[in-house]
């Protein structure tokens, strides 16, 4: 059998749909720019070789589709050539968002939890809220958000609580419904000796349901913590938030900074990438501690 390779196992693949991307992005990027050089050429009376028409729709300074290069060389100047703390700097946009969707996270987490603990254990609850919570996904979250800031901010609460709490709305439900499967995979044989040794309800969850929930536990976090990070998002755009990475999409939007939006997207996925990237470290390094054995 041949040895695992990083370079041939991650680095390869990884870099091959990388480059399709970027092939398939500078295609677009042409195809949606050309029209308007086209049009703005002929207004001119100018007339180019094909060479400079193409180089003039990967320059233009508001296109309709931003070229890879445009949008890399904004990351730069917004990430590193500008202090962090700075309100220019996407990693100070970055940290606001992070902060909405930490809070949210932590607080989904806990509600996931507690939900499925209670689903487990109570069958009415089985019965009757598990349709609800599943039946609360389908509603828009672009439609909930502004309710949720206009009923907090009629109450006083502004600021950072409105979004962690759509951050929540959207991190419980995978985190629910991944505890509920993982609280009852133990096997029978398992749950009949637990009978056997006369063990409550406590002492069966503490001992035998929630060791055998952390796979699913870990596995629904990763989901939960990308879709925390969407809610935070959601959450900045009704409020008309100053700072974040919504405000970058809104104000990117308003004066039509295609660049800034594209260039604010990447820096969102790159938080997603690190959240649920830590999210397996931790994983992994729950379940060796616990003697599973991870690839």
């Not at 029209?35 to 001119?44: E, K, L, S, T, V």
């Not at 233009?60 to 100047?77: D, F, I, R």
């Not at 069958?123 to 800031?149: E, K, N």
Request: proline share 6%.
């Amino acid at each position: 059998m041949n040895e695992p390779s990083f370079i041939r196992d991650r680095l390869v693949p990884v870099g091959s749909i990388l480059l399709v991307i970027l092939i398939a992005w500078y295609v677009a990027a042409y195809s949606m720019n050309a029209p308007f050089q086209r049009d703005f050429d002929r207004r001119a009376d100018e007339t180019r070789t094909t060479t400079e028409f193409f180089m003039k729709t990967m320059s233009q300074p508001k296109p309709t589709m931003p070229a890879p290069h445009q949008v890399a060389e904004n990351l730069w100047k917004n990430t590193l050539t500008v202090k962090p703390w700075s309100k220019r700097s996407l990693v100070y946009h970055s940290w606001v968002t992070l902060s909405a969707t930490l809070l949210g996270f932590a607080m989904g987490t806990a509600l996931g939890v507690v939900i499925a603990i209670g689903i487990v254990h109570i069958p009415a609850l089985d019965r009757s809220f598990l349709p609800w919570i599943i039946a609360s996904q389908t509603i828009p979250i672009l439609a909930i958000a502004p309710m949720i800031i206009v009923l907090l901010s009629a109450i006083g609460v502004t600021g950072l609580l409105p979004k962690a709490l759509i951050s929540t709305y959207l991190s419980f439900f995978p985190v629910a419904v991944g505890m509920v499967k993982g609280l009852r995979s133990p096997d029978v044989l398992h749950l009949d000796l637990m009978r056997t040794y006369s063990a409550s309800k406590m002492q069966t969850l503490w001992k035998l349901r929630i060791p055998a929930s952390v796979p699913f536990f870990f596995t629904s976090m990763k989901v939960a913590i990308a879709a925390s990070l969407i809610g935070a998002i959601v959450g900045e755009l009704p409020t008309g938030a100053v700072a974040g990475i919504g405000s970058k999409l809104l104000a990117g939007s308003y004066y039509s900074q295609t660049v800034d939006i594209f260039a604010a997207l990447i820096a969102g996925s790159v938080v997603a990438i690190l959240l649920v990237s830590a999210v397996d470290i931790v994983g992994r390094f729950v379940n060796t501690r616990m003697g599973a054995k991870t690839q």
